[in-house]
T-cell receptor, first 114, second 115 residues
Framework: EAQVTQNPRYLITVTGKKLTVTCSQN?????MSWYRQDPGLGLRQIYY???????DKGDVPEGYKVSRKEKRNFPLILESPSPNQTSLYFC?????????????FGSGTRLTVV | AQTVTQSQPEMSVQEAETVTLSCTYD???????LFWYKQPPSRQMILVIR??????QNATENRFSVNFQKAAKSFSLKISDSQLGDTAMYFC????????????FGTGTRLTIIP
């Protein structure tokens, strides 16, 4: 089944403790993005990648890091999480040919930083 | 920068009725894509319908259709014969044709279908 897999689905952590949210897609997509969803703000792009080793900042990159060492994986790293990073996170992917059909989203990661 | 505005934070409608969700956007681009995504309580983001800006014909997918007014920068979603399973948050999204192919989302409309 073609899908974007995110893990974990839920995560509660403490301020300052480094964490990684994994994202993997099995569709050989070039484009991958991370979004965060907050009430009243919709979804905002954090980082994106147009291919292996090509990443760039989105609208709200502060406090986050990403890497794209393999085409299928695009982990999101919070090196020192803070409570304002409590949010619902989505990874999404699409192909260069399929861009007009939008992105396929993972099932989301609910992160709480206390 | 592009912006997307959804002016209806919440809506409710009786089952089997028709409902229209509003979306306006601001862009200087001439070639772009517009999308409506549905987010049910499961929180999965599901593509409902899409529109390519260069196509004048409004997109239709079964009970879902759009009213795309390019000059007015308006992209409303009509749901006909609404069903309980349509209860969800609906997001309008814009993507330009070139660049990082970022989706710019509106703030969403929470739609409740009343039995």
């Amino acid at each position: 089944e073609a899908q974007v897999t995110q893990n974990p689905r839920y995560l509660i952590t403490v301020t300052g403790k480094k964490l990684t949210v994994t994202c993997s897609q099995n569709m050989n997509h070039e484009y991958m993005s991370w979004y965060r969803q907050d009430p009243g703000l919709g979804l905002r792009q954090i980082y994106y990648s147009m291919n292996v080793e090509v990443t760039d900042k989105g609208d709200v990159p502060e406090g986050y890091k990403v890497s794209r060492k393999e085409k299928r994986n695009f982990p999101l790293i919070l090196e020192s999480p803070s409570p304002n990073q409590t949010s619902l996170y989505f990874c999404a992917s699409t192909s260069r040919q399929g861009i007009a059909y939008g992105y396929t989203f993972g099932s989301g990661t609910r992160l709480t930083v206390v | 920068a592009q912006t997307v505005t959804q002016s209806q934070p919440e809506m409710s409608v009786q089952e089997a009725e028709t409902v229209t969700l509003s979306c306006t956007y601001d862009t200087s681009e001439s070639n772009y894509y517009l999308f409506w995504y549905k987010q049910p309580p499961s929180r999965q983001m599901i593509l409902v319908i899409r529109q390519e800006a260069y196509k004048q014909q409004n997109a239709t997918e079964n009970r879902f259709s759009v009213n795309f007014q390019k000059a007015a920068k308006s992209f409303s979603l009509k749901i006909s014969d609404s069903q309980l399973g349509d209860t969800a948050m609906y997001f309008c999204a814009f993507m330009k044709n070139f660049g990082n192919e970022k989706l710019t989302f509106g703030t969403g409309t929470r739609l409740t279908i009343i039995p």
